[in-house]
């Protein structure tokens, strides 16, 4: 200690560092427990939030299933006004677009199978390659086959044709599916059971909206009554000429 110039001695004091340390200690573990509870409420956010994005995204994919399986009116159950609501509520106006658009369709081909299933005659589709895509129940009823048996046919509709007259009834088939139509072409036909049978046909080109070949429509129609009554009034025109004749050559010999 100096005081004045002169040394009069000299004193030392000391501070304990135990109160430091363990006040640092504490420091570093409430720091070690605030950054747990940090992670543990941040991994508890992340799970709540995760676990309902799944659960908004599997109702969304199932319901996606569901439309793809026939379900056209599963709709997605809303709950808020969150982005993925927004996006649900998008999937639910879509579903409603589908479902309405199916139903037309339905209600369409009700209407075509009314037409077409209960028509007379037979009428058929050919592809752009010639083979069946479609034909109506009345095929049972004019030929004996099912729907079942002419879809299974490679070489439809040559089966039904008598075989005198499939080359000719060929060559008009082929020049029907090159775009030439033809109605009141008549031959002859040959049912399951060998019966054989006059029909007269109709084919005609169907075209999309851009004028792409769809193939072939084609109707027959049973003519055997009056291919018959036909036959019986030329025989009795000739059966009156002979008869004439006979008179004339009659009169003139007399």
Not at 46 to 68: P, Q
Not at 86 to 105: H, P, S, T, W
Not at 216 to 233: G, I, M, Q, T
Request: some cysteine; glycine content about 8%.
């Amino acid at each position: 200690v100096r005081l004045a110039g002169h040394d009069y001695g000299s004193m030392e004091f000391a501070l304990s560092s135990e109160q430091i340390v363990a006040a640092r200690q504490r420091v570093v573990m409430q720091g070690v427990l605030v950054s747990l509870a940090v992670m543990l409420a941040s991994w508890l956010i992340l799970w709540v939030a995760a676990t309902w994005l799944d659960r908004r995204f599997r109702a969304i994919a199932n319901a996606s299933a569901r439309i793809s399986g026939g379900d056209y009116k599963v709709r997605v159950p809303l709950s808020g006004e969150h982005e993925l609501d927004r996006m649900a509520g998008d999937f639910n106006r879509m579903a409603v677009a589908i479902e309405e658009q199916v139903n037309q369709l339905r209600e369409s081909e009700q209407r075509f199978a009314a037409i077409a299933d209960y028509t007379h005659d037979v009428e058929f589709w050919l592809s752009p390659e010639g083979r069946l895509l479609w034909i109506n129940p009345s095929v049972k009823r004019m030929f004996g086959y099912d729907v079942g048996q002419c879809m299974a046919m490679t070489d439809f509709p040559m089966p039904l044709i008598y075989s005198a007259d499939r080359a000719a009834t060929e060559v008009r088939l082929v020049h029907a599916m090159q775009g030439g139509g033809e109605s009141g072409y008549v031959f002859r036909a040959c049912s399951n059971d060998g019966t054989v049978f006059w029909v007269q046909t109709s084919w005609q080109q169907i075209r999309d909206a851009h004028g792409v070949s769809l193939g072939l429509r084609a109707s027959l129609h049973d003519v055997d009554d009056l291919k018959n009554v036909e036959e019986k009034l030329r025989q009795t025109v000739l059966d009156l000429r002979m008869a004439e004749g006979l008179k004339t050559r009659y009169l003139e010999e007399s």
